[in-house]
RNA sequence: GGAGACGUGGCAGAGUGGUCGAAUGCGCUAGUUUCGAAAACUAGUAUGUGGGAAACCGCAUCGGAGGUUCGAAUCCUCCCGUCUCCGCCA
């Protein structure tokens, strides 16, 4: 959510920034509610002024006289309740609109409609090169026992999986080394809840526009997509002290995602699933741009390193305005090789909010001058799994169907490689 | 799942229909005092919003939403949360 005050100030500048991002709001319509919103709000202020007033001379007067007030005094609260009235209608549409205004990307964003315009910022590692045949993560996880997606069908339908074996213990390493470089720079471990309220997921701008991508319980909670949501609620409705600023988090979770919609993408193996576990990293930090793109450059790079100690070809993507979420105001999506496809698949997305996320979240703190401000979220993928797996077990494979296991991750592992002799 | 108690400012804690945005204490800030500090004393110390250059003034907020009333922190209803006991489960 932005400020009602600079959504009036920089009507032009919101609209060109939807346009970037192809969102559609109509910002004049909520200038004109908001104009009426002020109008009533006013209105009530005075009728209300005059009722504490008279409401404290009757306290002092006696019998007659006081009955003659008394009865005045329904008249102007009759007026009060119509107005009241018509404020809450008004209020109805503005409090919609205001979460349909999304937030202004960066002038850093480049111009596009889909993640097939974003920009390539970085490209690191050779393309993978093989002297056989390569094959995919479904048929090499299958072979050695790794994975079972037909029971997976069987058992949790479409998209369904087991990870076995060998499998298991690989996700089980790619964990521990995330904990072991991500936690070393510094960021709170926590383990987050999955299964959260409706406030947080409006207050990080996944509700209400993305109900159908939630599965929602019938107690009324919905299942996250990511720990960002959880992460962030931690601090909901509080004030922080900006001393410990910045604030950094890594959050571990499980991950639910309906995939409304994308029913014919990746229907194979395990780049689309919809249960799988991350590790998120989320930062708070003091209400100033260049601290946002300071530490956003700083989480990608965390991410970035992570894949450099897997040994693993990638390219870092700043993603078009198109591709942008309504809060973010950048992002950087990391993509690693899948030889099988034979191209980069993300892996992680890094971005930032400036105060979307912590206006809705009603996150606050007080600066150096003593004025309460809402501080800068955001948030990077530190890693997930079993997402990373395919790219590990491709791009490790080797002619006789075995797999190679990472030199960072051989000592969560304890074996050099995955199936065959060991 | 059953029964009960409770939710007030940064914290503790008073307040059960009127002058209460809220006593008191602690904390915090500034000043006096001091060589300096402590102590003591004095003053100040919630947030949002509208008006105003400012001083300041209006309105709203005592877990949240609604209701009763001329008037609600206080009464009523629902929701959320915390605690205690019982039951159930791990």
């Known amino acids: 959510m932005l400020d009602i005050h600079f959504i009036r100030e920089n009507a032009e500048l919101i609209k060109a920034g939807a346009a970037k991002k192809k969102i559609e709001v109509d910002i004049d319509r909520l200038i004109a509610v908001d104009d ?32 003659k007030v008394i009865e005045q005094m329904q008249h102007l609260k009759a007026g009060m309740a119509e107005a009241e009235e018509r404020l809450k209608e008004v209020m109805v549409e503005w409090q919609k609109l205001m979460l349909t205004v999304p937030n202004i990307p960066d002038m850093s964003v480049p111009d596009g409609e889909s993640d097939a315009d974003n920009l390539e910022v970085k490209r690191w590692g050779e393309q993978t090169k093989f002297d056989f045949e390569p094959k995919d993560h479904v048929e090499l996880m299958t072979a050695l026992d790794m994975a079972d997606f037909e029971r997976g ?66 107690d009324g909670e919905y299942l996250a997509g990511t720990g960002e949501v959880a992460t962030m609620g931690y601090y909901m409705n509080e004030t922080l002290d900006a001393e410990k600023f910045p604030l950094k988090f890594l959050s571990f979770s499980p991950c639910f995602r309906r995939e409304a919609g994308a029913h014919g993408k990746d229907v194979r193996g395990l780049i689309r699933v919809h249960e799988f576990f991350k590790w998120e990293q989320v930062v708070l930090c003091k209400a100033e741009h260049d601290e946002s793109v300071k530490m956003h450059e700083w ?21 078009c305005g198109g591709d942008l979420g309504l809060g973010q105001v950048k992002k950087y999506d990391i993509e690693l090789w899948v030889p099988a496809e034979k191209t980069y698949r993300e892996i992680s997305s890094a971005s930032y909010f400036h105060d979307f996320q912590t206006r809705r979240l009603n996150i606050r703190y ?36 075995t797999i190679k296991v990472p030199e960072a991750l051989v000592p969560y592992v304890g074996k050099t490689v995955l199936g065959g002799a060991r």
């Open 36 to 67: 009426e919103r002020r109008l009533i709000r006013q209105e009530l202020d005075t009728k209300r002024a005059e009722q504490n007033r008279r409401s404290n001379e009757i306290q002092v007067l006696k019998d007659a006289e006081r009955e």
């Open 153 to 218: 069908a069987k058992v949790a339908g479409f998209r369904g999986y087991f990870l076995k074996g060998d499998g298991v213990l690989l996700a089980n390493a790619v964990w521990q080394l995330a904990l072991k470089h991500f936690g070393g720079k510094g960021m709170t471990l926590m383990s987050v809840p999955s299964l959260v309220r409706r406030e947080a997921f409006m207050g990080t701008g996944y509700l209400p526009q993305g109900e159908e991508d939630l599965y929602k319980t019938q």
């Open 299 to 319: 989480l990608n790079r965390n991410t970035e390193e992570f894949i450099e100690l897997l040994n693993i070809p990638y390219h870092t993507v700043a993603n």
């Open 366 to 401: 007080r600066d150096t001058e003593g004025n309460m401000r809402f501080p800068h979220s955001l948030n990077s993928t530190a890693i997930p799994t079993p997402r990373i797996l395919v790219s590990i077990i491709e791009n490790y494979q080797q002619a006789d169907g």
